[in-house]
Structure formats: structure tokens, C-alpha cells
């Protein structure tokens, strides 16, 4: 007796997705509206979708928009010994309702690992890489990250290979002051200023006066068309228009580092004290932001700060007893009385891990 077989029925082909019914520039036109913190979920939906978050059009199309917004980009490494690599601070939409959130830094695997110790500076969509230690040798080399593709390509190399320098943006121009020339990162030895024409892609060379020769740079920041830079031993304030360069002792009474500015006030978080202080250069002051105390992580080691979003500064800290990034969003503002008041809007960890933040790049697409 033999049995039958039937054979399998055809399935109805699947209907075609409505999304892809829709024409690309319409598609474009709605995403260039959708905020950045809904794009790592977009990209999943299709390689349609994936491909067009990552496009330069949808980038130039928000920017025509107005919508564009400031992104942060954190170099780490995890010895500080090894190569940098980018990660970017990932924002769980609708975050700030609560204290607590799902933020994390997101490494971006794309980009070739970066100098450690180089000059990392953000403008507009794109962050310049310089210099730096690569291999245990100082480079001069130059890279050009397109942050709306997470692509990278070189530019023309620095005249002087140097790490560890002064590196500050003003009137779109960069100025490379100082750093070592040498293997070893706690000498500046270096008497050279180097500045970039960003438009022209062009290197320029001034002298540098001799303030500070042979010491290394801690921090600095910009301010009004100044750059302010701290040494071991002394605060500076050098105008590179008129070429002067004055010390601020009101400035070096604090032990200042990884600092940025808000508003022409230098904020810098002292891990000592446990407090976010503040330095405005117009009163030559020092103060202490209200408003948050015991709401942050204690018993940290280092700290990194970074402006963002207009009037908030974002905030890392590693703790000693656990190898963990923790981040943290602070918004400030200045009350009647001069004082400057912080709200934190959100704190969690971002990152596990004996990493640390070498730099903080706030880049706008």
C-alpha cells in the first residue's frame, strides 16, 4: 500500500513593507526631525534605515532644518597607557525625567585607534586628532573624524611632532602651545606654537614667549578669545591676538584640571572636596556650586567635564573602590546674588571597567 504525499502548499508572497513604499526623500525629511536619541533604535529596524542614519544628506538636511544637536564623543583608554579609543555617550530618551537612567557610553567600532595624549579638538560635525604617542613614539600626525559617518581620513601632518600640549579652538583656529617632544609626558620641552587654519587646512608657527619652558600643561580652556592654562606651578592667561600672556594667581589658588567653560565660567569638579567649583574670570573669583550636594558618587580618583547642551556641563568620575565610569548631567545657572546653583538631572554608571576618559569632544550634527 503506498502512501501519498501531498505536496507542500505555497505560501502568499509576503507583502512588501509599507516603509519601503515610501519615497527616500520623504524618508529623509521625517528622520532629519526625529531626535539623534531614537537613531540606534531606527538603525535596527532595517539596513535601509541603518544606512540612512550614517548618511551625510540626513545630516546637511537637519542642519538646513535647525535641527541640529550637540553630541559628545569621550576618548578613553584603558590603562592610559594604551591606544584611544572613541566611544559616544548613548542618551536614553525622555532620561532626565529621573535621577537614575539606562545612558551608556557606546564604543564605536568603525574608528582605527587613535595617539594617546593627542590634541582632540571638535568642530561642527568633525573632531581634529594631532599629534600624540602612537607605538611609544610621538607623531605628528593629523586625522579628521566626520562623526555623521564615523569615518576617518588624514590631513597634512603638524610641522613638530608633540603630545601632552595646550590645545584650545579660537576663531576657528587651532593652537597646539607647547607639549613634549620627548617619550617622556612630564616635560614640555617644547618652545614651539603651532596653529591650524581649520578652513585652509594650513599649519602656521609663532614663537612661544618663555613662560613655564619645560613644564607640563595640566589643563586649559578658552575663554573670550583667551586660553587659560594651568601648570604644576603657575595659572596663565595668553592672548594670542596681541601674542601677551599674564599669570592668575586668583586662578592657580585652586589645584584646577579636566575643566570646561559655561557661559565664559570655568567649572571643574574637585575630587578631593567632593564639589563642582566654579571660577568667573571677569571677577577673578573662586566659588562652589549649590544646589546637589550628596547626590554624587564619593571617593572618586579622577574627573572629566564637559559643556553640554548650552547652560549643563556633563560630568565623569570614576570611584576608587570599583572600577566603574559613573556620568552625570548637570544643569547650573546663576541666581540673584551672584551665586551658581547646579541641578543634577540624571547619574548612573556609563561604563564598567578600568577605563579612563582621556578626553570629552562636544560635536554638533
Not at 529621573?98 to 551608556?104: A, E, F, I, N, V
Not at 584650545?168 to 593652537?175: A, F, G, N, T, V
Not at 562652589?288 to 547652560?311: D, H, I, M, Y
Request: glycine share 6%.
Amino acid at each position: 500500500m503506498s502512501s501519498q504525499i501531498r505536496a507542500p502548499k505555497k505560501q502568499p508572497p509576503e507583502p512588501p513593507c509599507l516603509i519601503s513604499l515610501i519615497p527616500e526623500e520623504i524618508v529623509v525629511e521625517i528622520v532629519a526631525r526625529v531626535p539623534r536619541c531614537y537613531y540606534p533604535t531606527l538603525s535596527q529596524v532595517s539596513k535601509r534605515f541603518r544606512s540612512l542614519v550614517a548618511s551625510p544628506e540626513l545630516y546637511t538636511r537637519r542642519s538646513s532644518l535647525g535641527f541640529t544637536e550637540q553630541c559628545l564623543y569621550v576618548a578613553i583608554s584603558k590603562d592610559q597607557t594604551s591606544d584611544i579609543h572613541w566611544f559616544t555617550l548613548c542618551r536614553k530618551p525622555n532620561g532626565g525625567e529621573t535621577l537614575s537612567g539606562d545612558h551608556r557610553l557606546v564604543h564605536i567600532p568603525s574608528l582605527p585607534p587613535m595617539p594617546l595624549h593627542g590634541s582632540y579638538v571638535g568642530l561642527g560635525p568633525n573632531i581634529f586628532v594631532m599629534g600624540g604617542f602612537c607605538d611609544w613614539k610621538i607623531t605628528s600626525s593629523v586625522s579628521l573624524i566626520d562623526c555623521r559617518t564615523h569615518a576617518a581620513q588624514s590631513l597634512a601632518n603638524m610641522p613638530k611632532a608633540v603630545a601632552i600640549s595646550v590645545t584650545e579652538l579660537i576663531d576657528r583656529k587651532i593652537y597646539i602651545i607647547g607639549g613634549s617632544d620627548t617619550l617622556s609626558p612630564l616635560k614640555s620641552p617644547s618652545r614651539s606654537i603651532m596653529v591650524f587654519d581649520t578652513d585652509a587646512e594650513t599649519w602656521s608657527l609663532k614663537s612661544r614667549p618663555d613662560w613655564e619652558q619645560g613644564k607640563r600643561w595640566f589643563s586649559s580652556v578658552a575663554i573670550g578669545g583667551k586660553i587659560y592654562m594651568r601648570t604644576c606651578y603657575n595659572s596663565f592667561v595668553y592672548d594670542p591676538n596681541e601674542g601677551v600672556c599674564d599669570k592668575d594667581v586668583a586662578l592657580h589658588s585652586k589645584e584646577w584640571s579636566s575643566a570646561c567653560v559655561i557661559e565664559d565660567v570655568l567649572y571643574y569638579y574637585d575630587v578631593l572636596k567632593n564639589c563642582l567649583r566654579a571660577y568667573d574670570p571677569k571677577q577673578s573669583s573662586w566659588g562652589v556650586v549649590r544646589g546637589f550636594e550628596g547626590v554624587l558618587p564619593q571617593a572618586c580618583k579622577w574627573s572629566k567635564t564637559a559643556s553640554f547642551n548650552g547652560g549643563k556641563l556633563v560630568l565623569f568620575l570614576q570611584k576608587t573602590e570599583k572600577p566603574e565610569i559613573w556620568c552625570a548631567e548637570i544643569a547650573v545657572e546663576r541666581r540673584a546674588g551672584g551665586e551658581i546653583w547646579g541641578k543634577v538631572e540624571w547619574c548612573n554608571v556609563v561604563l564598567g571597567g578600568n577605563f579612563h576618559v582621556m578626553e570629552c569632544v562636544t560635536v554638533v550634527l
